[in-house]
């Protein structure tokens, strides 16, 4: 790993950054969102459960009745709600689950759960509620699961997780770069979708350019990508993008992606980006080879 960059956990993958950079990360388990809360001892555990539950209670303006329905321990001294999604008479419910995981909160939202799916609901948040763990300050997260900031959800249940981390290079406000996964095949490779449009921009943008579209693996991560830069009133613009297709219903083969892009914005210079394609390049490249799936993830 090179100088000034980190190691970051996040899902069942790992992938080098900058150390100076800001890093802004979203989670879904189970095409639900997931959200960290700041760190909570019992008290503030049972206030943020307690305010949710009165706002179930009170009835909404449209609705003559709460949608609370009722509250459900489960393990760990993890808590969810359950309350009607619509109205009852549509018989659909949705969960706000509170899960601890040491001094950590972790918030989890299900919506549009039938009735008759209750039980099976009850089930996989039970399970959920016994594997997640707070991970250690300053440590790597090791063995099964899924990481969620300074926590990890130690199951490789099969569901449609996935994971977003938005990259915030320090001095470089013009540039955009994410790394995403999310479980689930593409249809077709980066280069069969983008083959003809990519064609039709590089024949009509003057002065865009192609700098690579080829297969790119990562170490055993089948992958393509396509780079894209041109000059338009003397500032440089880039669209770099790298893909896994992934695997359906695979964990340790997910649909990844990465991109970068540089665009029109309020600077009129390169300052704020790259000085040149080779830096942006560098900067890719150490990215792109450094993701891996965590060893012992799944």
Not at 30 to 40: K, M, N, P, V, Y
Not at 51 to 62: D, M, N, S, V, Y
Not at 130 to 143: D, F, L, N, V
Not at 265 to 283: I, K
Request: charged share 25%; hydrophobic share 40%.
């Amino acid at each position: 790993m090179k100088e000034e960059w980190k190691t970051h956990a996040i899902g069942r993958h790992l992938v080098d950054v900058p150390a100076s950079a800001k890093l802004v990360e979203s989670w879904d388990y189970g095409r639900d969102s997931l959200e960290l809360l700041a760190l909570g001892d019992d008290a503030q555990f049972s206030r943020l459960v307690t305010q949710r539950e009165a706002q179930l209670k009170t009835p909404a303006e449209k609705f003559s009745k709460p949608s609370f329905v009722e509250r459900v321990a489960l393990s760990n001294g993890s808590v969810t709600i359950f309350s009607w999604s619509l109205t009852e008479t549509e018989g659909i419910y949705m969960t706000d689950t509170y899960f601890r995981a040491g001094r950590r909160i972790i918030r989890y939202q299900k919506d549009a759960i039938p009735v008759a799916n209750k039980e099976k609901a009850m089930i996989f948040l039970k399970r959920c509620s016994e594997k997640w763990r707070e991970i250690p300050a300053g440590q790597m997260p090791e063995g099964i699961g899924f990481v969620v900031g300074n926590t990890i959800l130690a199951d490789n249940f099969p569901n449609y997780e996935s994971w977003r981390l938005l990259i915030k290079l320090e001095g470089k406000p013009d540039v955009t770069l994410e790394v995403s996964s999310f479980v689930g095949a593409a249809e077709e490779g980066l280069r069969q979708r983008a083959g003809g449009i990519l064609a039709r921009m590089l024949g009509m943008a003057a002065g865009l350019s192609q700098l690579r579209n080829h297969a790119r693996p990562v170490g055993p991560i089948q992958a393509d990508e396509i780079l894209v830069a041109g000059t338009q009133d003397g500032k440089r613009g880039y669209g770099f993008k790298w893909e896994a297709p992934g695997k359906s219903y695979s964990l340790a083969e997910p649909n990844l992606n990465v991109s970068l892009e540089v665009r029109e914005s309020a600077y009129a210079t390169n300052r704020e980006s790259f000085s040149s394609d080779d830096e942006a390049l560098e900067l890719w490249d150490t990215l792109v080879n450094s993701i891996r799936l965590r060893p012992g993830a799944v």
